[in-house]
């Protein structure tokens, strides 16, 4: 039986009617779930992606595409213009017959791209940010991984800290659905359409030099990770160690690009919101920007005032790679600590920052991000997606997550991060002038960082970050 069947089957018979899930924490075994699915594969290949690289990463995945490919299964692949593969490659995968690919909202100027953004702001400012991956329509991975290095490996100079969800079961028709519902919209094109017509002898380029990649000695480092993944080892025991729960497919229609909105359907930050209304004991907020605006912050004071506990964790000025969305965020900290919120962010260099593991091994410093996207509330929902707590994702750009009712998973996030705040980030707090403090509690002990200076960041990072501050671009990040 094959692997994914086999996968399906025993869910079917022990999960009923709830569907099965299991955390990737780990980038070695986000990528590792996603090439299993893909060699195993018999009918459908469903990807959707803000971002795409052609790098060790996505070439990686493209290898095993072709391969899956010239094996009968049905790849479609549907890119946002924004971070894709370059069109050459694009064009070349486009040319087997198996493989299907499309840009959603693409630039049509290709040579002028950045001139175009700017003269079509309102409508090219807008991008699909959704993460999805499908197999065969019964395996799904949701969460907040693009595909590129930085959120599989341990090797590069930057690592995002990130959180995917490994799906299987009855969620999954859903899930089918949302792709359906982007891949056929008016704003998704052929890439033939946009860069022009293909080539067959394209493809067999492409393939003969993804071929001599894949057995090239710069590339077995990365695949050696794979393969000495958990999950890589767990898929091929059959020990998948699934948790069983229910869950929501949270989801933006593609029209909110268009800015129209659906009546029928309220869309992630909407739906999310009737459970923030929900909560009637604690908060884990886990985003790497965070522009939390007026609503939200009276609804952490409102949980403060009930006794709530409240933690958001967040990346400091120096981990942020997005240091525009810094200065919206920067704003807000003092009204959070004055709320008692329990604020960390996220240190800049930090040892390991495998957030789902409890037993830890140290692999060396490199430039450290957050950036998953995750919500516990009271310890029994589990938010796992796209969505960051700001303007932009809730506002501008579309979403997709899982709303996973599980209070296994829930604690289970809860505790780790818990565990590991203190090592993985500072805690902030105000001093008797409300300046802000940073806090480095790794010891056991409150030993003062940095006080009003962002730590860690550079003098040109924090001129950049207070000139920001003075644009009305706050609706925008």
């Not at 209304?277 to 952490?300: C, H, N, W």
């Not at 004055?338 to 604020?343: D, E, F, M």
């Amino acid at each position: 039986m094959n692997p994914i069947e086999h996968a399906l089957q025993s869910v079917q018979q022990q999960g009923g009617d709830l569907s099965a899930f299991r955390l990737l924490g780990e980038g070695p075994d986000a990528l590792a779930a996603r090439l299993f699915l893909i060699e195993h594969a018999q009918t459908s290949l469903d990807l959707q992606y803000y971002i795409f690289r052609h790098d060790v990463a996505g070439k990686v995945i493209c290898q095993k595409l072709v391969e899956a490919a010239d094996r009968g299964v049905a790849v479609r692949l549907l890119v946002d213009d924004y971070g894709q593969l370059d069109d050459d490659a694009l064009l070349s995968l486009q040319a087997h017959q198996n493989i299907e690919i499309r840009f959603f909202n693409p630039v049509r100027w290709r040579r002028l791209r950045y001139l175009e953004m700017l003269a079509r702001f309102s409508k090219q400012s807008r991008r699909m940010h959704n993460k999805l991956f499908i197999a065969d329509g019964c395996a799904a991975v949701v969460g907040g991984r693009n595909i590129a290095d930085s959120y599989y490996f341990n090797n590069g100079e930057e690592r995002f800290a990130d959180l995917d969800a490994l799906a299987m079961g009855l969620v999954c028709v859903e899930l089918n659905n949302v792709f359906e519902e982007y891949w056929q919209h008016r704003l998704s094109h052929s890439v033939e359409e946009i860069l022009g017509n293909t080539k067959k002898r394209w493809l067999n380029n492409i393939r003969d030099d993804l071929n001599i990649f894949m057995q090239a000695k710069v590339t077995r480092p990365y695949l050696q990770q794979v393969i000495e993944s958990k999950l890589h080892k767990d898929a091929h025991n059959h020990d998948w160690q699934w948790h069983y729960a229910k869950a929501d497919v949270l989801c933006d229609h593609p029209d909110k690009i268009l800015r129209f909105k659906r009546k029928k359907r309220l869309g992630v930050a909407a739906e999310l919101w009737k459970y923030l209304d929900e909560v009637s004991q604690s908060a884990l907020l886990i985003t790497p920007y965070f522009v939390p605006g007026g609503r939200l912050i009276r609804k952490m004071r409102y949980w403060k005032r009930q006794n709530y506990d409240v933690i958001v964790l967040t990346n400091s000025l120096s981990a942020n790679d997005v240091p525009i969305v810094h200065s919206g965020y920067a704003r807000y900290r003092k009204r959070l600590l004055r709320a008692q919120v329990q604020l960390w962010e996220l240190k800049d260099a930090v040892p390991d920052i495998k957030l789902l593991r409890s037993k830890r091994k140290k692999i060396g410093q490199t430039r450290a991000s957050l950036h998953a996207k995750t919500l516990v509330l009271d310890k029994q929902r589990l938010f796992v997606g796209s969505l960051n707590l700001d303007h932009r994702s809730i506002n501008i750009n579309t979403e997709v997550g899982l709303l996973i009712h599980s209070e296994a998973l829930s604690n289970r996030v809860t505790q780790i991060v818990s565990e590991q705040l203190p090592e993985l980030a500072w805690h902030l707090g105000l001093n008797h002038d409300e300046e802000l403090i940073w806090y480095d509690v790794s010891t056991g002990k409150d030993k003062i960082i940095a006080t009003k200076q962002d730590p860690n960041a550079s003098l040109w990072a924090r001129i950049r970050v207070k000139v920001y501050s003075w644009l009305p671009i706050e609706s925008l990040l």
